[in-house]
């Protein structure tokens, strides 16, 4: 199905190319007459290409997968790793792939992530950020722009992990915990100081 789908997908786009092409050779000779036999034999061109297109096209989606597989190997057919990076080529021409980036901005995704990284809940928090990092990892010039952010956040957990190890009560008469305690806080500003 997959096979047929792009086979028709390209049919359809060299019908859209050879139409796109025949209405600019009118424009053109409607606004300047000068030139009316190259486009003549221009428009034959773009006629006889796309014929030539279509009918290829038309034989490969007769051909059924059992036939498709026993073919020879010639310079017709292509192997599994070609036909993969032809695959992507073409759906990487696809209008949604080309407006990707679009889309990603109406979505707001940086306000959004914002939010997510100062919910209340703890998985959230975690999703998020580990969301920002696979975004920024295939997307490295966007670091500078979600660094505010990821920086707020540390700070928040740093702040929240100091606190909740310093100021948490000891149990009374826990004075071992509490020398604990004030050593560390005593360690941790000598290393900052320094």
């Known amino acids: 199905f997959s096979r047929k789908f792009y086979i028709a997908q390209w049919f359809r786009d060299t019908t859209l190319e050879t139409e796109k092409a025949m209405k600019s050779q009118k424009d053109e000779e409607s606004s300047d007459g000068t030139h009316h036999s190259k486009e003549i034999e221009t428009t034959g061109q773009i006629m006889h290409r796309a014929e ?19 073919l020879k190997m010639n310079s017709d057919t292509v192997d599994y790793d070609d036909a993969c990076l032809i695959v992507r080529y073409l759906a990487s021409m696809r209008p949604f792939a080309q407006s990707f980036d679009i889309y990603l901005t109406q979505l707001d995704m940086q306000r959004g992530v914002h939010g997510r990284l100062m919910d ?63 050593l560390n806080i005593t360690d941790v500003v000598r290393t900052v100081d320094t």
């Open 52 to 70: 030539s297109r279509k009918k290829f096209l038309r034989s490969i989606i007769k051909t059924t997968p059992s036939q498709f597989s026993t």
């Open 120 to 182: 209340n809940s703890t998985s959230v928090r975690e999703a998020a950020v580990e969301l920002l990092g696979r975004f920024v990892l295939c997307r490295p010039q966007l670091a500078e722009q979600y660094y505010d952010m990821l920086i707020e956040r540390i700070l928040k957990l740093v702040n929240e992990t100091f606190q909740k190890l310093w100021f948490t009560p000891t149990p009374h008469n826990d004075k071992e915990a509490m020398t604990r305690k004030i």
